[in-house]
C-alpha cells in the first residue's frame, strides 16, 4: 500500500534509511515517497480509464509545490478551494484548465484571479455565488464554465465535522432546488452551467455511497438535458478511503467497479478529486522521544512534535499508526492495525508538548519500549498533516521532505524563529 517498510528492523522510505533523513534534517519532519504517490494516482487513472476522465488532486491535502510539480507531469489535475491554493498550483503546473475550483465562500478576488487563470470550472455552491460569479466574468469579460454543487442527501459514514453530503450541511443546493438554478441561470452566456459536482465527505470506508449519489444524479442530469441544458460532466469529487489500518478500504478498482457501469454511454466527462486516497500513506511524520513519564496508572511518551505539526488525532479523534523507526526484529509490525498486540510491547500515550490536554497522538497504544532518543513514525501522515499545521506556542513548522528511490530532497525547509515574527516587523 506504500513504500515505507521495515528492512532488518529499520523503517526505510523507498530505499532510504529514515534515520538518515532526521539525522540531517532534524524532526519533527514529513516524509514523503514519490513512488507512492505516483502509484496512487496511476491506480486510480487507470481504474477510470473507460470513461473520459480527469483526476484532480485536492490541494489542501498536500500542497507543496514541489509535489504538485511531479503530479502534475504525470497528468493531474488539481481541486482547489482558495487563491492560495490557485497561486500553489500556478507555480507547479503549465496549464490551469485541469484546475476545479469550489468552497462556499470564494471572494471577489479569489474569482477574478481564478478566471484570470481560465480555470476548468467554478464549482458552484450557491445561487448568490453563482451571481457574482457571473457579474465578475462580464466585467472581465471572460468567458468561463461552472457546475453546480449539488447535495445528494446521502448517509456518509465518518466524522460529523467530515460528512458534507447531507442536506443540512452548508453546501452545495438540493436537487430540487439544482433544476431551478438551471432555469434561472442555465442560459448565461459568461458562465456556462454545464457540470455538476458531488462532493459527500471524507474518510468514509464503504462504495456505496458513491453509488447511491450517482443514482441520484443521472435522473437529475436527464432531467436536466431534457429541458434543453447541455450538460458536459460530472464531478464526483474525493473521499475516497486511505488505509490509516492495513487494507481497510476499498482499492481505486473497486471503487471504479461500483461507479463506471453506472456512468457507461452517458456521454459524461468523469472529473474525481481525490486527495487522502492519494496521499495518506504516501507520507510519515517522524518524530524524537523527548522524555518517558509515569503520570496516575498511565505511562506517557512525550515526543518533539505536537498538534500544531499534525492536529488530526486532537481535531476529529484521528488514528495514526505509531511505531518506532527502529525496532528488534520479532517487533517489526506484521500490519499497521488499531488493535495490534505484539509481546514486549508496553501500553502509552505518546503526547506533544503544546500546552493543551487535547494535544496527543495515540492513548493507550501497546508500543515496543521506547526511551529518550528514539525516533517514532507517526504513519499515514501524508494527507492534512503538515497542511494543517500550524506556528502555534510559537512552534516552528516541520521541514518536509521528498523521498525518491535512493535519493531525498528537503521540499520545505524548518521554519526558523526569524520566519515567526517576519511579518511583525
Ligand atoms: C477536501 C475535498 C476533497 C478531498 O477529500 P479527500 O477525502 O482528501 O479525498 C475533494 N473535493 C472537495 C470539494 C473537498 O473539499
Known amino acids: 500500500m ?16 529514515v534515520e538518515k533523513i532526521a539525522a540531517e534534517v532534524g524532526t519533527p519532519v514529513y516524509i514523503y515517497s514519490k ?82 487563470a481560465d480555470i476548468g470550472y467554478f464549482n458552484i455552491e450557491s445561487e448568490a455565488e453563482l451571481e457574482n460569479l457571473i457579474r465578475l466574468a462580464e466585467q472581465q469579460g471572460k468567458k468561463t464554465r461552472a457546475a453546480l454543487r449539488v447535495n445528494p442527501d446521502i448517509e456518509y459514514k465518518t466524522h460529523a465535522f467530515l460528512a458534507t453530503g447531507k442536506k443540512e450541511t452548508k453546501f452545495g443546493v438540493d436537487i430540487e432546488r439544482a433544476l431551478r438554478v438551471f432555469a434561472e441561470y442555465g442560459g448565461n452566456t459568461s458562465v456556462n452551467l454545464c457540470a455538476i459536482h458531488v462532493h459527500l465527505g471524507t474518510s468514509g470506508k464503504k462504495i456505496d455511497p458513491y453509488v447511491k449519489a450517482v443514482e441520484k444524479i443521472l435522473p437529475l442530469i436527464d432531467r436536466l438535458r431534457s429541458l434543453g ?89 484521528a488514528f ?35 500546552c493543551e490536554a487535547g494535544d496527543f497522538f495515540a492513548k493507550d497504544r501497546a508500543l515496543p519500549p521506547v526511551e529518550r532518543g528514539c525516533l517514532l513514525s507517526v504513519f499515514t501522515a501524508g494527507a492534512y498533516g503538515f497542511s494543517m499545521s500550524s506556528n502555534y506556542n510559537a512552534r516552528c513548522r516541520a521541514a518536509e521532505v521528498l523521498v525518491d528511490g535512493d535519493n531525498f530532497t528537503v521540499i520545505r525547509k524548518r521554519e526558523t524563529y526569524e520566519d515567526l515574527i517576519a511579518l511583525e516587523k
Open 2 to 17: 506504500d513504500h515505507f517498510n521495515y528492512e532488518k528492523g529499520k523503517l526505510f522510505a523507498e530505499n532510504m534509511d
Open 35 to 116: 513512488a507512492t504517490f505516483e502509484e496512487h494516482l496511476r491506480k486510480i487513472q487507470d481504474a477510470y480509464s473507460k470513461l473520459d476522465t480527469t483526476i484532480c488532486f485536492s490541494v489542501k491535502a498536500c500542497g507543496n509545490i514541489n509535489i504538485l510539480k511531479f503530479m502534475a507531469d504525470q497528468g493531474s489535475g488539481f481541486d482547489i478551494v482558495s487563491g492560495g491554493e490557485l497561486y500553489r498550483v500556478l507555480q507547479a503546473a503549465d496549464e490551469a484548465s485541469k484546475i476545479v475550483y469550489a468552497g462556499v465562500g470564494k471572494t471577489d478576488a479569489e474569482i477574478v484571479e481564478a478566471l484570470k
Open 229 to 317: 441544458h447541455t450538460i458536459e460532466a460530472l464531478d464526483l469529487g474525493g473521499g475516497y478511503g486511505a488505509d490509516y489500518e492495513s487494507d481497510t478500504v476499498p482499492s481505486a478498482a473497486q471503487y471504479a467497479a461500483g461507479i463506471v457501469p453506472l456512468l457507461k454511454d452517458k456521454n459524461l466527462k468523469l472529473i474525481l478529486e481525490p486527495g487522502k486516497s492519494i496521499c495518506a500513506n504516501a507520507g510519515i511524520m517522524l518524530t524524537r522521544v523527548l522524555y518517558t513519564k509515569q503520570g496516575g496508572g498511565k505511562r506517557f511518551v512525550i515526543v518533539d512534535a505536537g498538534m500544531n505539526d499534525l492536529i488530526r488525532p486532537s481535531l476529529y479523534d
Open 320 to 354: 495514526h499508526f505509531i511505531w518506532p523507526a527502529k525496532v528488534a526484529q520479532k517487533l517489526v509490525p506484521p500490519q499497521r492495525d488499531k488493535s495490534l498486540q505484539l509481546e514486549g510491547t508496553v501500553v502509552v500515550d505518546v503526547v506533544g508538548p503544546v
